[in-house]
């Protein structure tokens, strides 16, 4: 291992790491710097992101069009409290996404991580019902999804996401089920809704892609058969685009493809470009309008202290000129095409499962992944960030990357992996 820096030998003993036994992890790698699509490590050795810091930097890092706006907001008001008075960023920020979803999504609250964005979705759904007098106190789940790390969103995780093996006494009792994935399953899972429609507040899923359950896609037909059975037994959708919003399966959101409209929309990730934690919950008018009434009971008592966040929305704000500026669909489908075509080779080793891509989403997956953690440091050695998870080795690189830098990370998956 190379010198670390003085920062990381006084300050490791002090940190605690997401998702990590401490006792037994492999080092952190110190990052100093980034530029584009490439991290700088505190030694000096770079690595080509195939991962785009957990899938929020979409435009690549340091983009100069985000860090001038955020420059500029800096020097005038970082942030100001959004309880009795507004900012500007936010405000425009909430118009535009309001302009950029789907049918009458909109009404904007805007947190600052995804699982609160979740967590205030949820308590919308239920509050929507309580303001009318119906107290249904469910939510309908899928196995694979994840939407978060709190209690709240954990109890909607998949169980071994959500550990509720661990945790599933204090977890809130949802409905847990399968995706739909056949029109027999869909008739199956609207009378399942229907009959349960009394006690469930809404039906929460990723759309087309379950990220952090491991990559595992579903078709437009899903989405479809889920509102229709939710418009059916009449009960609020949530569609959590956190991780496939901006581009990321191809179409500016993935409900577009679909063709649907949800209730609530949750975004985060690529919401800000990857500069700042910020997050959003859209709700439909007929949402909002449970809410608007005289009686201050019926109003939604929630409020993060950085909600609205200034700078996070300036650099927002950025982040959409870039979206609209430039043809992002365009990049994903060469990307696509080029994840596809470099990474099929993998299909061929025999441990490998599948091989499988939408947008810029590349993954393969294993047979047997006990050897996967001692791979990770294959790809630092090649200088390229890959993050294996569960059974996957997967890229979902800035949507930005050039050709060459994409065919670094697909190399490196085959080589690492002996295709
Ligand atoms: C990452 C993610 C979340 C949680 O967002 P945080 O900002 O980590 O709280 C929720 N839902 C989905 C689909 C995600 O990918």
Redesign the pocket.
């Known amino acids: 291992m190379p010198e670390t820096p003085d920062w990381f030998e006084s300050g490791i003993s002090h940190i605690w790491l997401p998702y990590t036994q401490m006792k037994t992890a492999v080092p952190s790698l110190p990052v100093k710097s980034t530029d584009g699509v490439r991290l700088t490590l505190a030694d000096g050795r770079q690595l080509i992101d195939g991962i785009s810091s957990?899938?929020a930097a979409a435009h690549g890092y340091n983009h100069p069009h985000i860090i001038e706006a955020m420059k500029a907001q800096i020097d005038a008001m970082p942030h100001a409290m959004f309880g009795g008075m507004v900012n500007e960023p936010a405000l425009t920020l909430a118009r535009r996404l309001a302009a950029m979803l789907p049918g009458d999504l909109n009404r904007v609250f805007i947190a600052e991580?995804?699982?609160?964005?979740?967590e205030v979705a949820m308590k919308m759904a239920l509050q929507y019902y309580f303001n009318r007098g119906e107290k249904r106190t469910k939510f309908v789940h899928f196995r694979g999804?994840?939407?978060?790390?709190?209690l709240g969103?954990m109890a909607v995780c998949d169980p071994e996401e959500g550990m509720h093996g661990l945790f599933g006494d204090v977890l809130a009792k949802n409905l847990l089920t399968d995706l739909p994935r056949t029109a027999e399953q869909a008739e199956q899972f609207a009378d399942f809704l229907k009959a349960n429609a009394a006690d469930v507040a809404a039906v929460i899923t990723?759309p087309l892609v379950q990220?952090?359950g491991g990559m595992v896609f579903h078709t437009n037909d899903t989405l479809r058969w889920l509102r229709e059975a939710c418009d059916a037994a009449g009960v609020l959708l949530i569609v959590?685009?956190?991780?496939?919003g901006f581009y990321r399966t191809g179409s500016r959101f993935a409900i577009e493809q679909a063709g649907i409209v949800p209730d609530m929309v949750?975004l985060?990730?690529a919401l800000s470009g990857g500069v700042s934690?910020l997050?959003a919950c859209i709700a439909r008018d007929e949402i909002f309008a449970a809410f608007y009434d005289d009686d201050p009971m019926k109003a939604l008592m929630h409020g993060p202290t950085y909600m609205g966040h200034a700078l996070g929305c300036a650099a927002a704000n950025a982040s959409l000129d870039l979206f609209e500026r430039e043809d992002y669909a365009a990049k994903v489908h060469a990307i696509e095409g080029q994840l596809m075509a470099e990474l099929a080779p993998c299909g061929f080793v025999e441990n490998v499962k599948s091989v499988r891509v939408k947008g810029a989403i590349g993954v393969v997956q294993l047979h047997d992944a006990s050897g996967l953690e001692k791979l990770k440091p294959e790809f630092v050695k090649r200088g390229v960030w890959v993050r294996p998870f569960r059974d996957i080795v997967y890229l979902t690189p800035p949507l930005v990357i050039g050709e060459d830098d994409l065919s670094a990370l697909t190399h490196a998956i085959r080589d690492v992996l002996g295709a």
Do not use: Q, R
Request: no cysteine.
């Open positions: 957990w899938w991580s995804g699982s609160v964005s979740v999804t994840y939407h978060g790390d709190t969103t990723e990220g952090a959590d685009e956190i991780f496939t949750t985060s990730k934690p997050s």
